[in-house]
């Protein structure tokens, strides 16, 4: 699924806000091809930056270590039309006139709308369609993957098709996130002060997922261990899936929870398919570093996307 563009294939762009799996990540004209988020750490006068593209270990190891300093002022840049204008390009260079764009929920980010005035610039050279999928990370990254597989069967006769598919399955996508701290979110002005506050003094292990409308809502906020956490978390996912096929997908940031996440989704979804024949696949995806710079080290999160016709 990740080979080379021919002429009259449909590519997909998205920007790395999204959680896939680590194969599916680029940054070549492929199938699927990464916009990337940058991340700068601020500390005492100084500033070290990233570019969102799967890192090393050591620099891995040198973002956390900036992540997890109380001093360090901790911010993302989102992709510029020009960024965006430059991947279009490329992958136009090798023949491809059709281009579907699934950049995370603009109600989170401006890299929509970055994607699209880039597609208003070279409506004349190619048709480049941006969908509006309204979730991110988990959620993101199950609608890239999917449209990915869906793309590479020959479903798609243009971009618009490909896009309004995604907007489609946008609807039957469930994610719920476990947060060891709202800090994070504090920080980079997605709760207020007084919540995060709160979820630090009581020992609080927040459940937060997407809503309808693209914007982050919390799911759950009890005192809790990582056992319960994680228990809500599968619960919350599988009741809102129902007795439908699924694929899930796992996601997790230098968090010691995500075996014991694996195993509570096995033995949850296999218990229902042994009863009711539901069929599911389940993927480990990669969360990008823009999302680790909000969500902070330990959170873990689980995604389902109804596949259902």
Same mark, same amino acid.
């Given at each position: 699924?990740?080979?080379?563009?021919?002429?009259?294939?449909?590519?997909?762009?998205?920007?790395?806000?999204?959680?896939?799996?680590?194969?599916?990540?680029?940054?070549?004209?492929?199938?699927?091809?990464?916009?990337?988020?940058?991340?700068?750490?601020?500390?005492?006068?100084?500033?070290?930056?990233?570019?969102?593209?799967?890192?090393?270990?050591?620099?891995?190891?040198?973002?956390?270590?900036? @992540?997890?300093?109380?001093?360090?002022?901790?911010?993302?840049?989102?992709?510029?039309?020009?960024?965006?204008?430059?991947?279009?390009?490329?992958?136009?260079?090798?023949?491809?006139?059709?281009?579907?764009?699934?950049?995370?929920?603009?109600?989170?980010?401006?890299?929509?709308?970055?994607?699209?005035?880039?597609?208003?610039?070279?409506?004349?050279?190619?048709?480049?369609?941006?969908?509006?999928?309204?979730?991110?990370?988990?959620?993101? =990254?199950?609608?890239?993957?999917?449209?990915?597989?869906?793309?590479?069967?020959?479903?798609?006769?243009?971009?618009?098709?490909?896009?309004?598919?995604?907007?489609? @399955?946008?609807?039957?996508?469930?994610?719920?996130?476990?947060?060891?701290?709202?800090?994070?979110?504090?920080?980079?002005?997605?709760?207020?002060?007084?919540?995060?506050?709160?979820?630090?003094?009581?020992?609080?292990?927040?459940?937060?997922?997407?809503?309808?409308?693209?914007?982050?809502?919390?799911?759950?906020?009890?005192?809790?261990?990582?056992?319960?956490?994680?228990?809500?978390?599968?619960?919350?996912?599988?009741?809102?899936? =129902?007795?439908?096929?699924?694929?899930?997908?796992?996601?997790?940031?230098?968090?010691?929870?995500?075996?014991?996440?694996?195993?509570?989704?096995?033995?949850?979804?296999?218990?229902?398919?042994?009863?009711?024949?539901?069929?599911?696949?389940?993927?480990?995806?990669?969360?990008?570093?823009?999302?680790?710079?909000?969500?902070?080290?330990?959170?873990?999160?689980?995604?389902?996307?109804?596949?259902?016709?």
């Amino acid at each position: 699924m990740t080979g080379y563009i021919n002429a009259g294939e449909i590519a997909i762009v998205h920007d790395s806000a999204s959680s896939l799996p680590r194969d599916l990540r680029t940054t070549e004209p492929s199938h699927i091809t990464e916009v990337p988020f940058k991340i700068m750490a601020e500390v005492d006068g100084l500033t070290r930056e990233w570019v969102d593209h799967p890192l090393s270990d050591a620099e891995k190891a040198e973002f956390v270590h900036y @992540l997890n300093l109380k001093t360090a002022r901790v911010t993302t840049s989102q992709p510029n039309p020009e960024d965006y204008k430059t991947t279009y390009e490329r992958i136009i260079k090798t023949g491809v006139t059709e281009i579907a764009v699934i950049p995370m929920s603009n109600q989170l980010s401006g890299s929509m709308e970055s994607a699209r005035i880039a597609a208003e610039e070279l409506k004349h050279q190619a048709n480049i369609v941006v969908a509006d999928c309204k979730t991110v990370s988990i959620g993101q =990254g199950l609608l890239i993957t999917q449209a990915d597989i869906e793309n590479a069967d020959g479903r798609f006769n243009s971009a618009a098709e490909l896009v309004r598919r995604v907007e489609y @399955l946008s609807k039957k996508v469930y994610v719920a996130q476990a947060f060891p701290s709202l800090d994070y979110l504090r920080r980079g002005g997605r709760i207020g002060l007084a919540s995060s506050m709160v979820a630090g003094v009581l020992n609080i292990i927040p459940i937060i997922g997407v809503n309808p409308e693209g914007l982050l809502k919390p799911i759950d906020k009890k005192p809790r261990g990582w056992k319960n956490a994680r228990e809500t978390i599968v619960s919350y996912v599988s009741e809102a899936a =129902g007795q439908r096929a699924v694929r899930l997908a796992l996601v997790h940031f230098e968090s010691d929870q995500v075996d014991n996440l694996h195993s509570d989704v096995e033995n949850r979804f296999v218990l229902a398919t042994n009863k009711a024949q539901k069929r599911f696949e389940m993927l480990d995806c990669e969360q990008g570093l823009v999302t680790c710079a909000h969500s902070g080290p330990g959170v873990i999160g689980l995604g389902a996307l109804v596949l259902d016709k």
